[in-house]
């Protein structure tokens, strides 16, 4: 690969995060020629998504790379005397304190594999603090599969054709392949013309009544599953959701509704009415505190039009603020965990009312909560916009690491990069994941972290007459100083896990390991999955079948000051511990602005009818109707197509 690859860019991005992805097509669209590179075998850096064998794959290579550390000295030869090096780390210390339990029946034959696999290949993962995790619950022995899976490695439950990316592979694709998920899901979409800027979320689909589930069958059902790393949500009037529809890239998302916002108070979990409709439809609320809740919800809409209601306390926590407002317990409690859902001691009163505000302004645009989910799990993101940078002209190169940057010593500017070949690629512009950086670039960095827990369970933590459920859930802090913790349970409708299953995915900020700061919420929504349990009619909480606790680092925060770099090196962070997206579509737009003063961010491409091409016309009207007619088979048959986005949908 590197002797077919060109010697001089405008743009090297080296990590295929969201923000770097962003920067990448956007810098593409705006005519620079854009170099992506990643030593990582997939798409999405810490943003990824994986099936359940390459999460496994993931888990083995983490637990390899932490022990072994491979230097290449080629870079050596390329430096000149004018010139030095600032070598890049090969060792990847975001994530930590990895422990994995497994809970399901233990039945594994010597035959199980994955459906759909090319190769079958057992490793044991064990914990990181395995005396304390023996306690627990044994460690599971955990088959993994070295080799990749195909592209469109995740199946439709209801006997659709498989569409997924190529984040499900733990091997990854070469960048020339970045387009196949595309071609893939061809196959399945409808010929209904797609109106210029759509958003397409998918219907609840019913499953049947669940089985007892085995860790076989989630072994052979492994391609079902797409298992996120960052676990977030789109507000409906956010930034990367006007990016999408700006840039044209929705097109190749899909997406499903938020169907529930809940609450954990007393010791039980209850739906929170956020929508005016919600609201009066409740038997939560009596009607008096229907319209107390509506009277400050409307307000809220409008703080900013009456500071006098708001401007004595400025200086005092929301938590505070809300007690003033003649509203009860009840509703106090609802407001600012799962409508607010700022903290308790932290939040100021504006920041509380800008949340608040924020929530209520998505709501009833593409349904009755402010959130989407895309389709596939969020690890999708970072490859939509991967697709638009490839379309106009980007270089791919994944499992292609980055020995150093070189920098001329008169200028203090970066020049070039030299890659594992040994081969020298100069560029204008270097963007950089912080994760590749070593450790004297950031001696001055302190970083925070993120604690992350994701369960396989065989049940919803509110059970309804639907089973495609997919819900948010903040259960706050016990002790003061302490972080909330936010659950987001995914159903098989999100193509996220298998039928009969649920995808739990618990994210807080960090104070010890992740283990220890999630398991008290864990084992107040759910029990371990026991073979006496699973005997029994009735039991009051899901079970887990398999369980992940690590934790990631969170860099949102620093300021670019504290790296010692060229000025013509651009870093970014990966993600935070926010529901949504905003911070990384905001670093991107920055960071891009920077690179292409005076430039449009990510401009909507031009029409098919727009493009004139080289040659006769007949030549010209082929192209153009292969154009549209590409378009127009994007509609999934199973999915809803909204009108114009900025209309709510009805």
């Known amino acids: 690969m590197a002797d077919n690859l060109p010697s001089d860019f405008d743009v090297i991005v080296i990590g295929t995060g969201l923000p770097e992805s962003i920067i990448a097509a956007a810098c593409s669209r705006s005519g620079q020629r854009v170099l992506h590179v990643d030593s990582r075998s997939y798409y999405g850096g810490n943003w990824a998504s994986f099936s ?7 888990l083995k290579d983490y637990q390899e790379n932490s022990d072994v550390v491979t230097e290449n000295s080629m870079w050596q030869e390329q430096i000149l005397e004018n010139e030095e090096a600032i070598l890049l780390s090969s060792k990847d210390q975001t994530i930590q304190h990895v422990e994995v339990f497994c809970y399901a ?14 190769q079958k290949n057992h490793a044991s993962v064990t914990s990181t603090h395995s005396t304390e995790a023996a306690e627990a619950a044994e460690p599971a022995c955990l088959p993994t599969a ?15 054709s498989q569409c997924s990316g190529p984040e499900s592979s733990p091997e990854g694709n070469d960048a020339e392949e970045a387009g196949e998920k ?20 998918q219907d609840n689909i019913e499953t ?19 298992i996120d790393l960052v676990s977030k949500l789109l507000y409906s009037r956010g930034l990367l959701i006007d990016l999408l529809i700006k840039s044209n890239v929705s097109r190749y998302a899909e997406f499903k509704n938020i169907t529930r916002i809940l609450a954990f108070r007393e010791g039980t979990v209850e739906q929170v009415p956020c929508s005016r409709a919600d609201v009066f439809n409740s038997k939560q609320l009596s009607m008096v505190e229907k319209r107390m809740l509506m009277k400050f919800l409307t307000f809220c809409m409008e703080y900013e039009d009456h500071p006098d209601e708001y401007k004595a306390y400025e200086e005092t926590t929301f938590s505070e603020y809300l007690k003033t407002q003649k509203l009860t317990p009840n509703l106090q409690y609802f407001v600012l965990h799962s409508i607010a859902m700022t903290s308790e001691t932290t939040s100021s009163t504006v920041d509380g009312l800008k ?7 998505c709501l009833g645009r ?9 389709l596939y799990g969020q690890g999708e993101l970072p490859q939509c916009f991967c697709r638009m940078c490839a379309v106009f002209g980007g270089i791919y190169c994944l499992r292609h690491s980055v020995q150093c940057l070189v920098v001329d010593k008169e200028s203090g500017k970066c020049k070039a990069m030299i890659d594992q070949f040994g081969q020298r690629i100069i560029s204008k512009h270097f963007v950089i994941e912080d994760s590749y950086l070593p450790e004297n670039t950031c001696s001055r960095v302190q970083y925070r972290q993120i604690s992350r827990a994701v369960l396989i369970t065989d049940g919803s933590v509110l059970k309804t007459d639907s089973d495609q459920q997919v819900s948010i859930l903040t259960v706050p802090a016990e002790e003061p100083g302490g972080f909330a913790v936010r659950v987001i349970e995914l159903c098989s409708s999100t193509m996220t896990c298998m039928k009969g299953t649920y995808l739990v995915h618990l994210t807080c900020m960090s104070s010890k390991t992740a283990r220890e700061d999630l398991e008290r919420v864990v084992q107040k929504l759910f029990a371990p999955y026991t073979e006496i349990e699973a005997e029994k009619e009735r039991v009051e909480k899901p079970r887990i079948l398999w369980a992940l606790y690590f934790n990631m680092r969170d860099s949102s925060d620093i300021s670019r000051d504290c790296y010692d770099l060229p000025s013509n090196v651009y870093v970014c962070s990966g993600p935070d511990c926010g529901l949504g997206n905003d911070n990384a579509v905001k670093q991107a737009e920055t960071l891009f602005q920077r690179i292409c003063p005076n430039e449009d961010f990510c401009p909507a491409p031009p029409n098919p009818e727009d493009i004139i091409l080289d040659g006769d016309s007949s030549q010209q009207e082929v192209s153009e109707s292969s154009v549209i007619s590409e378009t127009n088979s994007e509609i999934p048959k199973e999915s809803t197509v909204l009108g114009n986005p900025e209309e709510p949908s009805e």
């Open 355 to 361: 949340a608040t505000k924020k929530f209520l302004q």
């Open 52 to 58: 359940f064998s390459g999460l496994l794959s993931w």
């Open 105 to 118: 029946s233990q039945d594994l034959h010597k035959d199980v594999e994955e459906a759909g696999a090319l």
């Open 366 to 374: 593409y349904g009755n909560t402010p959130f989407l989910f895309p």
């Open 146 to 160: 070295e080799e990749s899976l195909s592209t469109g490695s995740c199946e439709i439950p209801a006997e659709q």
């Open 208 to 226: 049947p009544k669940k089985n007892r589930i085995t860790y076989s069958q989630i072994i052979k059902e492994g391609r079902r599953f797409n």
């Open 182 to 201: 595309e071609t893939q899901c061809d196959a399945k979409s409808s010929t209904e013309e797609s109106s210029e800027n759509v958003l397409k979320v």
